[in-house]
């Protein structure tokens, strides 16, 4: 499965960014994943075929991820951004939402403050 990441940039706090993922054919889950500075990579959130969703605890209520299942996409609206949601941001896919069998470059996003 190839992956194909877009979206990101510099924003201001409390501005928002719309990250996108378009994957080479259907796949269980898909997700982002992001590694700030000094950090290792961690969940952002995923979604599933069927709809359900886990997000981070620190981007609960600000964050919202998305599924077009007919295009393959996942999309993550990222509303109220925070300086330290800085990070490059990957998209991440796998056959069960554990796991990540495929991941797409890394795409920077810049929250300044």
């Known amino acids: 499965v190839q992956l194909q990441a877009s979206g990101g940039g510099l924003v201001q706090a409390g501005g928002s960014l719309r990250l996108s993922c378009a994957a080479s054919?259907?796949?269980?889950?898909m997700g982002w994943y992001r590694q700030g500075p000094g950090k290792q990579r961690g969940l952002v959130a995923l979604?599933?075929?069927?709809?359900?969703?886990n997000y981070a605890d620190p981007v609960k209520g600000r964050f919202t991820i998305s599924r077009d299942t007919a295009k393959n996409t996942v999309y993550l609206q990222m509303d109220s951004l925070k300086p330290e949601d800085t990070a490059v941001y990957y998209c991440?896919?796998?056959?069960?939402?554990?796991?990540?069998?495929?991941w797409g470059q890394g795409t920077l996003v810049t929250v300044s403050s």
């Open positions: 991440g896919a796998g056959g069960n939402r554990f796991d990540v069998d495929y």
């Open positions: 054919r259907s796949i269980f889950s």
């Open positions: 979604v599933t075929l069927g709809g359900s969703t």
